[in-house]
């Protein structure tokens, strides 16, 4: 049973709000938790960050070593500052703010700029006893963990998306048509990598929010994969999401830290949860299970949320390696940087297409013909920037690598080779770009 959080000073500058649901993995998220607070108050989110930061100029001490808030990509201090101003030191207990020395800033995969919700708990909705949860926050979720219901991201009546930032008062309805986002219930089945996935993520909320606990060492995703190095040889059989984690903390600069994604990859290639991982590494890596694996036992953890920057990007990444298997295969941070993401959450939605892709590139040519062939793969693409659809045919371009030849000082046989993956590209990213946009 929870205890009631104390308020630690007799007067606040804001309304001494107890987060709710601390200790359970339906704990509320710090980005609900501010707008039900300015909605008490009879402010505005801006005006609670303009407090936030008058507070902050009277303590500097934190501001120098920022670490982010995984849900909302504010500093720590800024989180400290809230706790200070409604005199509470649980608010952090909303957040990640406990896997703080574990994670990076891109823990979950990005911000989330359009929201998902419950359409039972909205349909269920008390002012006085209901709250948005964090795990809504969180892309690799799928239900909602108090009614199990799969999370709906779109109006049943005319299909948009809701922003995050949205007020509380106006959250209920669609911000296009109007209507309730209660009556767009999703009743599709989860599948059985879902349900563990929500498992996994909720047994991690939950010991984020119970009170009093203190951020884990940085040690532990280390500790376990050395564990695990120890005991495990590796071979082109080997899970791609195992050999791209070794990999990336075997650089010569500072390791980069997990992403959540990987974390409950590797975890259910070793059958073990997450919070054993993160809490008990070496007893988690000491008996071995990725050796039994074969390819397609593992589970899929590949699913994203639809319509967004890193699902588009992997779409066009995954066509290209089949449809330019014959011709040339660009460099991988060209075609994702035309979504705006990078290759690290590329790695993370798929390490296995990444993997192979990155194999095929390299060996399709030595490493300063790859340096030529991507500049001249660059110089076709833009030459075909304004180019009509309709004129992007192979029978109506015959002469355009004779053109990159000359410009890029290519053979004509190396700038044909260059130039229709270019125009499969081409019409393979318009395609993609065309269909209804998300920012997240």
Not at 133 to 150: D, E, F, K, N, Y
Not at 324 to 344: K, Q, W
Not at 411 to 416: D, H, K, Y
Request: charged share 25%.
């Amino acid at each position: 049973m929870n205890r009631e959080p104390e308020v630690e000073s007799r007067w606040t500058v804001l309304p001494p709000l107890p987060l709710r649901g601390l200790g359970t993995s339906a704990v509320e998220s710090l980005s609900h938790y501010l707008r039900r607070l300015a909605w008490v108050s009879g402010s505005t989110v801006s005006r609670l960050m303009a407090y936030s930061n008058s507070e902050l100029v009277k303590d500097q001490s934190n501001i120098a070593q920022e670490r982010y808030d995984l849900t909302l990509g504010r500093p720590e201090h800024r989180i400290f500052s809230f706790e200070r101003l409604v005199g509470l030191s649980h608010l952090r207990y909303g957040t990640f703010w406990v896997l703080k020395n574990v994670a990076g800033p891109h823990f979950l995969g990005g911000a989330l700029t359009h929201r998902r919700w419950c359409s039972t708990c909205y349909a269920e909705w008390d002012v006085e006893t209901s709250y948005e949860p964090l795990m809504w926050s969180v892309r690799l979720a799928s239900a909602c963990p108090r009614h199990g219901r799969r999370l709906s991201e779109q109006c049943s009546v005319c299909e948009a998306s809701q922003f995050t930032m949205t007020s509380l008062d106006r959250r209920y309805h669609c911000q296009e048509c109007g209507s309730p986002l209660a009556d767009s219930i999703n009743t599709a089945t989860l599948s059985d990598t879902e349900r563990w996935t929500d498992l996994q993520i909720g047994k991690l909320i939950e010991m984020c929010s119970t009170m009093g606990e203190e951020p884990l060492l940085e040690e532990p995703y280390q500790t376990f994969l050395d564990g695990i190095n120890t005991r495990l040889t590796y071979s082109d059989d080997t899970p791609a999401c195992l050999t791209s984690a070794r990999r990336i903390q075997n650089q010569a600069c500072t390791p980069r830290k997990p992403s959540l994604r990987t974390l409950l990859q590797i975890c259910a290639l070793q059958s073990v949860s997450i919070c054993d991982l993160l809490q008990a590494p070496r007893a988690a890596a000491t008996d071995l299970l990725f050796d039994t694996w074969h390819d397609g036992e593992a589970r899929n953890l590949r699913h994203v949320m639809p319509n967004t920057r890193i699902a588009k990007a992997h779409a066009l990444v995954k066509r290209l390696f089949h449809r330019c298997a014959s011709s040339y295969l660009p460099p991988i941070d060209v075609v994702v940087h035309e979504f705006g993401t990078n290759r690290t959450l590329m790695r993370d939605v798929d390490a296995d297409l990444y993997e192979r892709y990155e194999r095929q590139f390299r060996a399709q040519a030595s490493y300063v013909l790859r340096l030529r062939l991507s500049d001249a793969f660059i110089y076709a693409i833009r030459s075909l920037a304004d180019m009509p659809t309709s004129r992007l045919r192979r029978r109506l371009l015959w002469n355009d690598p004779a053109a990159i030849a000359k410009s890029t000082h290519m053979s004509q046989q190396e700038a044909e080779y260059v130039f229709f993956s270019a125009l499969i590209y081409t019409r393979l990213r318009r395609r993609l770009l065309h269909r209804r946009s998300d920012s997240a």
